[in-house]
């Protein structure tokens, strides 16, 4: 079975700190994504990457970025914490043109 | 652009019933058509895959249909369980080149009660 690993399933930080957010998968999919999900906005994708140290930008870019030094891990990074960054974040892999799968998400609160 | 909707409104049916949730969407139509089911607090699970060029696709008691002339998919769950509680999200597959693109929709929550 695929396995996606986020580093933590809960998270407080203080607004302008640097948050790192580390997602790992162990089949070798090319393709890793990072998205947000709030009540009533549905699952929005951030970056996503369809390989080692390649990256695109998704729908909401804007105060992220992201790393992908190995294939196995994808890192999402918040610059500088706002409020409103508080959200479920959620990674995904897939291989190319295949359904994704999912970790099970870090709820991440800025105070 | 390409927009999605899903029933907003939870559906509540009694267990043994045939759950049906509807995906519509806007413009052009998907190469491929997903669905997805969402436990409280946990990422999204795939369930099936519909390429555009069918009709229906099956898995067990799960049968999703899409039809690119009312641009709609349903999904189905036959003989329903209370274990099929869950929220049910519907992703089309934008995929161009390396432009790996799904537009989710909100998702519909599904209670099925014993």
């Known amino acids: 079975d695929v396995k996606v690993t986020q580093s933590s399933r809960y998270l407080v930080k203080r607004t302008g700190e640097k948050v790192f957010l580390e997602c790992v998968q162990d089949m070798d999919h090319e393709n890793m994504f990072w998205y947000r999900q709030d009540p009533g906005l549905g699952l929005r994708l951030i970056y996503f990457?369809?390989?080692?140290?390649?990256?695109e930008k998704g729908d909401i870019p804007e105060g992220y970025s992201v790393s992908r030094e190995k294939k196995e891990r994808f890192s999402l990074i918040l610059e500088s914490a706002s409020t409103n960054q508080t959200s479920m974040y959620l990674c995904a892999s897939s291989p190319r043109r295949q359904p994704q799968h999912f970790g099970d998400g870090t709820r991440l609160s800025i105070l | 652009s390409q927009k999605i909707e899903q029933n907003s409104e939870a559906l509540n049916i009694q267990e043994g019933k045939t759950a049906t949730l509807t995906c519509n969407y806007t413009n052009y139509s998907p190469a491929y058509l997903q669905w997805y089911r969402q436990d409280p607090g946990r990422g999204p699970v795939f369930l099936l895959l519909i390429r555009e060029n069918e009709k229906e696709k099956r898995k067990e008691r799960l049968k999703v249909t899409f039809d690119t002339t009312l641009k709609q998919s349903l999904f189905h769950i036959t003989a329903s369980q209370p274990a099929d509680s869950a929220t049910y999200l519907c992703?089309?597959?934008?995929?161009?080149?390396?432009?790996?693109?799904?537009?989710w929709g909100l998702g519909t929550s599904l209670a099925v009660n014993p």
């Open positions: 992703a089309l597959d934008m995929t161009a080149g390396n432009n790996r693109k799904l537009i």
């Open positions: 990457s369809y390989d080692v140290k390649m990256k």
